[in-house]
């Protein structure tokens, strides 16, 4: 029989629908159902591409004896964190605290008013060496439910404490200014791995927001020592194993400290991340293989992770056929099978597959000598083993729509349409941005999630500013105005819903939004940027390009609450410091007006096509109404006309490319 899951659109949620266990969504059913039989709370949180959260679900959730322990003495809840990040993000944290590490599956124990008192990550099914059994866990928890209620209520009140207390940044009594940026520059490459690439050892995660700051330090101060970090740095994780030699597109991370052999789920955040990244580093480089890069995972994005509608889904797993990575990786006998003797000597050869494999004894192409001619020689052996691969079991993917993600892919959608030449690209960006306000906004309010028609769940701060920042760049870099109007009302209600007025900054979850046992704020830039960080660069951008001072004091009040933390550990604000770098810069001013949008174009395409990060880009006529950098910007001899201004103070109005290059 299924469980209470059932009705649910999470792939994840509906994974666990048919499990023996009696699971709940998160939500009041479970909890009155808990105050009533006055049984503690079991919450587990996972998502889909998560390898472990499999393992566990297997051993535990489908066994039958496991699940009766936990009908009987538990209230059970299921909660996909990419649906609800704001209880995996206070969960977390508790279990953090509770056991100085974390991870997912994530298992927490609460009392019926959502207090957590006990947590883990993953329990295996009996013990083992020193990690409890999963039936001890749940007995022991269950005993001391009963037993000794008092010492919950105790551990529980500390824990909120805590919880609170981590919300509160501290803020910064220290002005804001270059040096900071050259403090946190000195403090995140005293961890850079000169063999490797990247930071530290294994496992490596592709530290994409850390080499945008790398990259904007370059364009500051033309430090060459910064600007070899990201080369090098890109050049290997494009090289390894984690990128799909074959598909395009990065896998989660490395397991080892040289990009080899990754964790195999491909993450919609990253691939947009990423892509953004490798752009930025082809317009400082015009490296040809960066840019094949990109094209190569915007490529997979478009084949693999795009509703027909225009959405975009969130992950791909790394298991198929109950193994992982067994997709992606090569016998060297089904490669001389499909290519012949001589043409599989070569992509072997170039690609590094032995008879013994690089990976349980199977082989993930990587690239050890890069060569750019044997490579394009490399184009038709590559396709057949594309297409041989397609006819196999593929891995599952999660096709649910997250509002902050899809955000994230369409200004890189958007940014390499103009900067690549790719009208492809732009218009998977328009499509994307009419999808998302089409069907993922109540009220003028966002949701988070949809998934088969239906969209669900209030959205939180990093869905109103990821998308934001993404209409903001697609209006950039077409001139339609719509996309700004969208961007501006967005981030008003963003302002409305989120700001704290009291301690600054913006919360995790709007005003609106239920209850929960903390407001909690985040400002780290872990795997996806926070809200903050990107409301902070998105707030300036749109404070430069409409003069709203109120936006820019916003953003000065977040990058304040968070600069002595930034001292301390420059690694997790990457995104942050981005956002300071522009704050401390004189922008450029960018206004193109012409007859029409493809009079535009030459100019608009120059703007874009060097690596000028602290910029606001605005052209067409219909835009005016919202920002003064168009007002009173007649065209010359009635010929499309670019205006660099600094300050709203203009150069010489220019109509040629050279000139306006010049100028830039």
């Given at each position: 029989m299924?469980?209470?899951l059932i009705?649910?659109?999470?792939?994840?949620?509906?994974?666990?629908?048919?499990?023996?266990?009696?699971?709940?969504?998160?939500g009041?059913?479970?909890?009155?159902?808990?105050?009533?039989?006055?049984?503690?709370?079991?919450?587990?949180?996972?998502y889909?591409?998560?390898?472990?959260c499999?393992?566990m679900?297997?051993?535990?959730?489908?066994?039958?004896?496991i699940?009766?322990?936990?009908?009987?003495?538990?209230?059970?809840?299921?909660?996909d964190?990419?649906?609800?990040?704001?209880?995996?993000?206070?969960?977390?944290?508790?279990?953090?605290?509770?056991?100085?590490?974390?991870g997912?599956?994530?298992?927490?124990?609460?009392?019926?008013?959502?207090?957590?008192?006990?947590?883990?990550?993953?329990?295996?099914p009996?013990?083992?060496y020193?990690?409890?059994?999963?039936?001890?866990?749940?007995?022991?928890?269950?005993?001391?439910?009963?037993e000794?209620?008092?010492?919950?209520?105790?551990?529980?009140?500390?824990?909120?404490?805590e919880?609170?207390?981590l919300?509160?940044?501290?803020?910064?009594?220290?002005?804001?200014?270059?040096?900071?940026?050259?403090?946190?520059?000195?403090?995140?490459?005293?961890?850079?791995?000169?063999?490797?690439?990247?930071?530290?050892?294994?496992?490596?995660?592709?530290?994409?927001?850390?080499?945008?700051?790398?990259?904007?330090?370059?364009?500051?101060?033309?430090?060459?020592?910064?600007?070899?970090?990201v080369?090098h740095?890109?050049?290997?994780?494009?090289?390894?194993?984690?990128?799909?030699?074959?598909?395009?597109?990065?896998h989660?991370?490395?397991?080892?400290?040289?990009?080899?052999?990754?964790?195999?789920?491909?993450?919609?955040?990253?691939?947009?991340?990423?892509?953004?990244?490798?752009?930025?580093?082809?317009?400082?480089?015009?490296d040809?293989?960066?840019?094949a890069?990109?094209?190569?995972?915007l490529?997979y994005?478009?084949?693999?992770?795009?509703?027909?509608?225009?959405?975009?889904?969130s992950?791909?797993?790394?298991?198929?056929?109950?193994?992982?990575g067994?997709?992606?990786v090569?016998?060297?006998?089904?490669?001389?099978?499909?290519?012949?003797?001589?043409?599989?000597?070569?992509?072997?050869?170039?690609?590094?597959?032995?008879?013994?494999?690089?990976?349980?004894g199977?082989?993930?192409?990587?690239?050890?000598?890069?060569?750019?001619e044997?490579?394009?020689?490399?184009?038709?052996?590559?396709?057949?083993?594309?297409?041989?691969?397609?006819?196999?079991?593929?891995?599952?993917?999660d096709?649910?729509?997250?509002?902050?993600?899809?955000?994230l892919?369409?200004?890189?959608?958007?940014?390499?349409?103009?900067?690549?030449?790719?009208p492809?690209y732009?218009?998977?960006?328009?499509?994307?941005?009419?999808?998302?306000?089409?069907?993922?906004?109540?009220?003028?309010?966002?949701?988070?999630?949809?998934?088969?028609?239906?969209?669900?769940?209030?959205?939180?701060?990093?869905?109103?500013?990821?998308?934001?920042?993404?209409?903001?760049?697609?209006?950039?870099?077409?001139?339609?105005?719509?996309?700004?109007?969208?961007?501006?009302?967005?981030?008003?209600?963003?302002i409305e819903?989120?700001?704290?007025?009291?301690?600054?900054g913006?919360?995790?979850?709007?005003?609106?939004?239920?209850?929960?046992?903390?407001?909690?704020?985040?400002?780290?830039?872990?795997?996806?940027?926070?809200?903050?960080?990107?409301?902070?660069?998105?707030?300036?951008?749109?404070?430069?390009l409409t003069?709203?001072?109120?936006?820019?004091?916003?953003?000065?009040?977040?990058?304040?609450?968070?600069?002595?933390?930034?001292?301390r550990?420059?690694?997790?604000?990457?995104?942050a410091?981005s956002?300071m770098?522009?704050?401390?810069?004189t922008?450029?001013?960018?206004?193109?007006?012409?007859?029409?949008?493809?009079?535009?174009?030459?100019?608009?395409?120059?703007?874009?096509?060097?690596?000028?990060?602290?910029?606001?880009?605005?052209?067409?006529?219909?835009?005016?109404?919202?920002?003064?950098?168009?007002?009173?910007?007649?065209?010359?001899?009635?010929?499309?006309t670019?205006?660099?201004?600094?300050?709203?103070?203009?150069?010489?109005?220019?109509?040629?490319?050279?000139?306006?290059?010049?100028?830039l």
């Amino acid at each position: 029989m299924p469980n209470h899951l059932i009705n649910e659109t999470s792939p994840y949620l509906l994974q666990h629908a048919h499990n023996p266990v009696d699971w709940y969504a998160w939500g009041d059913e479970a909890f009155e159902k808990a105050r009533r039989e006055n049984k503690p709370v079991l919450l587990s949180i996972g998502y889909s591409a998560c390898h472990w959260c499999h393992v566990m679900a297997h051993e535990s959730f489908e066994n039958n004896d496991i699940a009766e322990l936990m009908n009987e003495h538990f209230v059970n809840i299921k909660v996909d964190r990419e649906e609800r990040p704001d209880l995996d993000q206070i969960y977390m944290n508790a279990v953090q605290m509770m056991t100085h590490h974390g991870g997912w599956p994530m298992t927490v124990f609460l009392t019926p008013d959502a207090v957590p008192f006990y947590g883990g990550t993953y329990f295996p099914p009996q013990d083992h060496y020193n990690i409890p059994g999963f039936p001890r866990v749940l007995l022991g928890v269950a005993e001391a439910y009963k037993e000794r209620q008092d010492e919950i209520r105790e551990t529980g009140t500390s824990l909120i404490t805590e919880l609170r207390r981590l919300s509160e940044s501290g803020g910064s009594d220290n002005p804001i200014g270059p040096e900071l940026l050259d403090a946190a520059y000195a403090g995140m490459i005293r961890n850079y791995d000169s063999v490797n690439g990247g930071f530290g050892g294994a496992p490596k995660f592709p530290p994409a927001m850390a080499l945008e700051f790398l990259l904007r330090t370059y364009a500051r101060t033309g430090n060459h020592e910064a600007l070899e970090m990201v080369s090098h740095t890109c050049t290997k994780m494009a090289n390894g194993g984690m990128y799909d030699q074959l598909g395009g597109g990065f896998h989660r991370y490395s397991t080892d400290s040289k990009w080899l052999v990754p964790h195999f789920e491909k993450m919609l955040y990253d691939n947009a991340l990423l892509s953004r990244l490798y752009l930025h580093y082809f317009q400082v480089s015009e490296d040809g293989s960066a840019r094949a890069t990109v094209e190569g995972i915007l490529d997979y994005v478009l084949r693999e992770m795009t509703h027909p509608s225009g959405g975009f889904y969130s992950t791909q797993d790394a298991d198929s056929e109950g193994h992982e990575g067994k997709f992606f990786v090569w016998d060297i006998q089904e490669i001389r099978d499909a290519l012949g003797e001589t043409a599989a000597a070569r992509f072997c050869d170039y690609y590094n597959i032995t008879k013994a494999g690089n990976f349980e004894g199977k082989n993930i192409p990587n690239v050890t000598r890069p060569d750019g001619e044997l490579q394009a020689s490399l184009d038709e052996s590559r396709r057949i083993l594309f297409d041989l691969r397609e006819k196999r079991v593929k891995p599952d993917r999660d096709e649910k729509i997250l509002t902050a993600w899809n955000g994230l892919m369409m200004a890189s959608f958007a940014e390499a349409g103009i900067v690549l030449n790719r009208p492809n690209y732009t218009d998977a960006a328009r499509r994307n941005a009419e999808f998302v306000l089409s069907n993922l906004r109540e009220n003028e309010m966002l949701l988070r999630t949809w998934k088969n028609g239906r969209a669900k769940f209030n959205a939180y701060l990093e869905d109103y500013a990821f998308l934001a920042e993404g209409l903001l760049t697609l209006f950039e870099t077409t001139g339609e105005a719509r996309w700004l109007k969208e961007s501006l009302a967005l981030t008003d209600r963003m302002i409305e819903e989120f700001w704290d007025n009291e301690g600054g900054g913006f919360f995790f979850t709007g005003k609106s939004h239920e209850n929960l046992i903390v407001r909690s704020k985040d400002y780290f830039d872990n795997a996806t940027p926070s809200g903050n960080s990107v409301a902070a660069l998105m707030l300036l951008r749109l404070a430069t390009l409409t003069g709203r001072e109120n936006y820019r004091n916003l953003a000065t009040a977040v990058l304040r609450e968070i600069g002595d933390q930034i001292r301390r550990y420059p690694s997790g604000f990457g995104y942050a410091l981005s956002a300071m770098d522009f704050l401390l810069s004189t922008p450029k001013e960018v206004a193109i007006v012409g007859k029409n949008q493809a009079d535009m174009e030459p100019l608009l395409a120059e703007t874009w096509r060097r690596y000028l990060p602290n910029k606001v880009v605005a052209s067409g006529v219909e835009a005016a109404e919202f920002t003064p950098l168009l007002q009173d910007r007649p065209m010359i001899n009635g010929s499309a006309t670019a205006y660099v201004c600094e300050h709203f103070t203009c150069k010489q109005p220019v109509t040629d490319v050279a000139a306006l290059r010049q100028q830039l």
